[in-house]
């Protein structure tokens, strides 16, 4: 049952009735189907809504693409940045952000693109009552793709039926969808375990801390580890903030072992591969109080796995010491290196939604062959 108040459907009452019965005919879609019209008729995703769109195929193309277009732009920065140019995108950000909205609008300045943005909500013509399907559908007149944060769980679902409503069917970018799903997030997270793993993410152990149920980077992130062979996941938080029960049933129909954890995070910092800590997303109400139970302490560091690493999508508040901040020698900590990370996973997402990844590719590949000293940037 899809939930329509939260996206706003305008002051007219019979168009907002109409426009909903419309909206609720595509949201009865099957995921399977659903998943079909977010790809185009040679099978590539031509929207970014869902992590569970993506396979380990796109996931190692999104990885390569970003580790070639960090060295080609370090050495070819002309080159990158010539390959967009005739492309434009809208940033749309209806709730706030700070690393999604930067990384993207970097990634989009790398590749060229023409961008321009809408944050301040009270400059959009829907305080005259506009709905956010024509709002949406407006903008999609002007640009060639849409990068959209939402408050809304089924924003991502609202805005894929705008586009294939209208005779102008964007590409559209999922860059959070209320509690639901934050596939990008998702992605850079993985290339960020991908760099470190060297790609081989089967037999590991992962363990999601902190407010997994109404965590999105958390529910885009297990299903796509769960895309791996004998994967455990642990969900570390207490009763009332454990992950969902769908959620769960999805991890495991798909064989990924689930283990809750409600006494707290120090038993488990041993088993795991990662450990992702998440604040307590209080936007969605109740009270972000801090049980130390599940705060990651400096002293973790000692009893973590030499090859485990700590990742935290941020915002962060107390559930990291806030000593580890200031630790430069223990490569394991990368939740600062995420953040870098994210710009070029999201100029790989780009670069592939334009048909540009192989040749961001093909250009270091080249670059390599010559014997060019490449460098990360
Ligand atoms: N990780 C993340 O989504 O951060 P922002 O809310 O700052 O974009």
Same mark, same amino acid.
């Given at each position: 049952?899809?939930?329509?108040?939260?996206?706003?459907?305008?002051?007219?009452?019979?168009?907002?009735?109409?426009?909903?019965?419309?909206?609720?005919?595509?949201? +009865?879609?099957?995921?399977?189907?659903?998943?079909?019209?977010?790809?185009?008729?040679?099978?590539?995703?031509?929207?970014?809504?869902? $992590?569970?769109?993506?396979?380990?195929?796109?996931?190692?193309?999104?990885?390569?693409?970003?580790? $070639?277009?960090?060295?080609?732009?370090?050495?070819?920065?002309?080159?990158?940045?010539?390959?967009?140019? $005739?492309?434009?995108?809208?940033?749309?950000?209806?709730?706030?952000?700070?690393?999604?909205?930067?990384?993207?609008s970097m990634a989009e300045a790398h590749l060229g693109m023409r961008r321009e943005e809408v944050r301040d909500l009270k400059t959009s013509s829907e305080v005259k009552g506009e709905s956010?399907?024509?709002?949406?559908?407006? $903008?999609?007149?002007?640009?060639?793709?849409?990068?959209?944060?939402?408050?809304?769980?089924?924003?991502?679902?609202?805005?894929?039926?705008?586009?294939?409503?209208?005779?102008?069917?964007?590409?559209?970018?999922n860059a959070g969808s209320g509690k639901s799903e934050h596939p990008t997030q998702a992605a850079l997270d993985y290339y960020t375990d991908w760099r470190w793993f060297n790609g081989d993410?089967?037999?590991?152990?992962?363990?999601?801390?902190?407010?997994?149920?109404?965590?999105?980077? /958390?529910?885009?992130?297990?299903?796509?580890?769960?895309?791996?062979?004998?994967?455990?996941?642990?969900?570390?938080?207490?009763?009332?903030?454990?992950?969902?029960?769908?959620?769960?049933?999805?991890?495991?129909?798909?064989?990924? %072992?689930?283990?809750?954890?409600?006494?707290?995070? +120090?038993?488990?910092?041993?088993?795991?591969?990662?450990?992702?800590?998440?604040?307590?997303?209080?936007?969605?109400?109740?009270?972000?109080?801090?049980?130390?139970?599940?705060i990651f302490r400096k002293e973790f560091l000692a009893t973590m796995r030499p090859d485990a690493i700590l990742e935290h999508p941020m915002p962060k508040r107390e559930e990291i010491d806030?000593?580890?901040?200031?630790?430069?020698?223990?490569?394991?900590?990368?939740?600062?290196?995420?953040?870098?990370?994210?710009?070029?996973?999201?100029?790989?997402?780009?670069?592939?939604?334009?048909?540009?990844?192989?040749? /961001?590719?093909?250009?270091?590949?080249?670059? %390599?062959?010559?014997?060019?000293?490449?460098?990360?940037?």
């Open positions: 049952m899809v939930i329509l108040n939260d996206i706003y459907w305008g002051e007219s009452a019979p168009v907002a009735k109409y426009d909903q019965h419309k909206f609720a005919e595509f949201a +009865a879609l099957s995921p399977r189907e659903l998943e079909q019209e977010c790809r185009d008729q040679h099978g590539r995703l031509k929207h970014i809504i869902r $992590a569970e769109h993506f396979d380990l195929d796109f996931l190692r193309t999104i990885c390569e693409t970003a580790d $070639a277009a960090r060295s080609v732009a370090k050495m070819e920065d002309k080159f990158m940045k010539s390959l967009l140019t $005739a492309k434009s995108v809208l940033n749309y950000f209806k709730q706030p952000s700070s690393r999604t909205f930067l990384s993207f956010e399907k024509d709002s949406l559908r407006t $903008a999609s007149s002007y640009f060639d793709a849409i990068v959209c944060r939402h408050p809304s769980d089924i924003y991502d679902l609202f805005a894929v039926w705008v586009m294939k409503s209208s005779n102008r069917e964007l590409p559209f970018v993410l089967d037999n590991k152990v992962f363990a999601y801390v902190g407010d997994c149920k109404r965590g999105r980077t /958390i529910h885009s992130g297990a299903k796509l580890m769960a895309l791996h062979k004998d994967t455990t996941i642990y969900f570390v938080a207490p009763e009332e903030l454990q992950i969902d029960p769908e959620t769960e049933r999805y991890l495991q129909e798909r064989d990924a %072992k689930v283990i809750k954890e409600t006494n707290g995070l +120090a038993s488990v910092v041993p088993l795991a591969h990662k450990i992702y800590m998440t604040r307590i997303q209080d936007e969605h109400g109740g009270k972000a109080e801090y049980d130390p139970n599940f806030p000593a580890i901040d200031y630790i430069k020698d223990d490569p394991r900590i990368k939740h600062w290196e995420e953040q870098r990370n994210g710009m070029w996973g999201r100029v790989a997402l780009l670069a592939y939604l334009f048909d540009a990844d192989a040749d /961001i590719r093909c250009r270091y590949e080249k670059i %390599k062959s010559i014997g060019a000293g490449l460098r990360d940037n």
